[in-house]
């Protein structure tokens, strides 16, 4: 049974680009909540998204925007990269109503 | 706001030590408690969660505790080995915004030392 996959795993990127990045939920899972992980420090929340829909957001700049798609994978979206968004974001998903979250390998996004 | 605070941020034990990592959280009303396991450059590996409502829980040489009115929970590790070595993350669940959510510390950086 595969977990949460990423994608891609690496990426590098020119400060004003903008990026995509992609995650498929566990088997059965139906919620996909975002994280950023800057180096050295815990993962912040950047939003959840439910039924195609965003539930949730942490506190985050309207450049991070996201979309769950109708087979419950979702994408992360950041406009006009700057430095400061270098860090690891991971997907975690989730069974709706329960607290099991299973979280991806990440995806170590660089920008230059 | 939620804010969760691990102690020590680094810790560095010879082979077979027993050890505890700290965690303390401002906020009671949680759902539950997790910790996580995470691999330079990895993503996150569930080790253990505990509901509000349970004191402990126990996986093979890990034991978690919780004291949700004091806001803390310890992870103890038992005869220590090199696999060991990993940033241990904790988490706490609860309700933000009418949905469920985790907030993360910093973490501990374990290094078990052969």
């Known amino acids: 049974d595969a977990g949460v996959t990423q994608s891609p795993t690496h990426l590098i990127k020119t400060r004003g680009q903008q990026v995509t990045l992609r995650c498929s939920p566990k088997?059965?899972?139906?919620?996909v909540s975002w994280y950023q992980q800057a180096l050295g420090q815990g993962p912040q929340f950047i939003f959840q998204?439910?039924?195609?829909?965003?539930?949730q957001r942490g506190n985050f700049p309207d450049r991070f925007s996201g979309h769950q798609f109708p087979n419950y994978s979702s994408e992360l979206n950041v406009n006009a990269l700057l430095l400061g968004d270098s860090a690891l974001y991971l997907c975690?998903?989730?069974?709706?109503?329960?607290?099991?979250?299973?979280f991806g390998s990440g995806t170590r996004l660089t920008v230059v | 706001k939620q804010e969760v605070t691990q102690i020590p941020a680094a810790l560095s034990v010879p082979e077979g030590e027993n050890l505890v990592l700290n965690c303390s959280f401002t906020d009671s009303a949680i759902y539950n408690l997790q910790w996580f396991r995470q691999d330079p450059g990895k993503g996150l590996t569930s080790l253990l969660l505990?509901?509000?409502?349970?004191r402990e829980q126990t996986s093979g040489r890990l034991n978690a505790s919780l004291d949700k009115s004091s806001g803390r929970s310890t992870l103890y590790i038992a005869a220590s080995q090199p696999g060991d070595s990993a940033t241990y993350l904790c988490?706490?669940?609860?309700?933000?915004?009418?949905?469920?959510?985790?907030?993360f510390g910093k973490g501990t950086k374990l290094s078990v030392i052969p």
């Open positions: 975690a998903s989730s069974e709706q109503g329960s607290y099991g979250y299973t």
């Open positions: 505990i509901q509000s409502s349970q």
């Open positions: 988490a706490v669940g609860y309700s933000g915004a009418g949905s469920y959510q985790l907030t």
């Open positions: 088997s059965g899972h139906d919620t």
């Open positions: 998204y439910y039924e195609e829909e965003e539930r």
